[in-house]
């Protein structure tokens, strides 16, 4: 009998992620996870957030990306804590990673930590970092067929958020079919329509967050 390899890396990642699950519940923090495939504005959507909910709400971030520390660079810039996972090569985060990771924060008076996956619809999405929810990013220049295409992620989403709205107008991107596309496999998702960019949308995320994370 042989147990598959997959299942034995699963098996470990469950019990880090156990151990992140009790960090977060001792010092009660609301744990976050962003998907999406790249360049979906999941860095931009966090640096806004962090903006606008400052003195409200005290945020961390914790950065997976294969390579480079740029966008911890720019949450650092937005004024919040950021500490860089580089996966050199790994196309998703593990909940071992994160809980490396949060020996690093010094946060101690964070409410929220949000960890930025890597970009991919994938198998991020397989692995539990421990979080308490999960938030799926879909852009609207990435095209209106990542909820079929994907419906693994979008299933396990607890919010899914639209970005880039302001581009619907110049292009071919169907709403209602990803509305639908997304109730077919999660009748039970928060489901918003934002521009990180320029703002539009985001005060009911905004409101989303405060009320989970118990700042309301
Ligand atoms: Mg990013
Ligand atoms: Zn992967």
Redesign the pocket.
């Known amino acids: 009998m042989k147990v598959s390899l997959n299942q034995k890396i699963l098996s470990r990642n469950d019990d880090f992620a156990a151990k992140n699950k009790a960090y977060f519940r001792r010092r009660g923090i609301l744990c976050l996870n962003f998907i999406s495939s790249p360049g979906s504005g999941?860095?931009t959507v966090i640096a806004r957030t962090i903006g606008a909910l400052k003195g409200k709400l005290n945020i961390a971030v914790i950065e997976g990306?294969i390579k480079t520390d740029t966008?911890a660079q720019k949450i650092r810039a937005a004024g919040a804590e950021a500490v860089q996972i580089e996966t050199h090569g790994a196309c998703h985060l593990s909940a071992e990673q994160v809980a490396n990771a949060l020996t690093l924060l010094n946060s101690a008076d964070a409410k929220v930590i949000i960890i930025?996956n890597v970009?991919n619809l994938v198998c991020p999405s397989a692995f539990d970092l421990g979080e308490h929810r999960r938030v799926v990013v879909l852009s609207v220049p990435e095209g209106d067929d990542k909820p079929v295409k994907y419906p693994g992620t979008f299933a396990e989403a607890d919010v899914v958020l639209i970005n880039k709205i302001d581009l619907m107008d110049y292009l071919d991107f169907n709403l209602e079919r990803v509305l639908a596309d997304i109730r077919a496999v999660n009748p039970d998702a928060v489901i918003l329509q934002i521009s990180a960019s320029t703002g539009e949308g985001m005060q009911a995320w905004y409101d989303w967050l405060t009320k989970n994370a118990g700042a309301e």
């Open positions: 999941k860095t990306d966008d930025e970009g």
